[in-house]
Nanobody, 126 residues
């Protein structure tokens, strides 16, 4: 059974940093694409930082480039999202997601992902 459990969210001041973690079970990184998505109130879920770790392919939304970094620890089965220079507009529920690698997969499209964590709240105060 595939499971994803996020942690690391919280309240931080603008300009601060947070590291989100997603502990995964039931699969190996090399066979899956994984991503961090976020959803703010009244907005659609959007891809933030996504990766096919086995293929060494990453995606970053323009709004987070240079500030967020996605990484994975295959030995521990943990996906991380390192967030720095946080802005109030980064406030959202952040979700970890996974999908089996396949042709035509769109890394940053939520609809292409099959497995989701429960989400962790990130709130950035101004």
């Amino acid at each position: 059974e595939v499971q994803l459990v996020e942690s690391g969210g919280g309240l931080v001041q603008a300009g601060g940093s947070l590291r989100l973690s997603c502990v995964v079970s039931g699969f190996t990184f090399d066979d899956y694409a994984m991503g961090w998505f976020r959803q703010a109130p009244g907005k659609e879920r959007e891809g933030v930082s996504c990766a096919s770790i086995g293929e060494n392919i990453t995606y970053y939304a323009d709004s987070v480039k240079g500030r967020f970094t996605v990484s994975g620890d295959s030995a521990k089965n943990i996906l991380y999202l390192h967030m720095s220079s946080l802005k109030p507009e980064d406030t959202a529920v952040y979700y970890c997601a996974a999908v089996v690698l396949r042709g035509g997969l769109r890394l940053n499209f939520p609809d292409d992902y099959d497995y989701w964590g429960q989400g962790t709240q990130v709130t950035v105060s101004s």
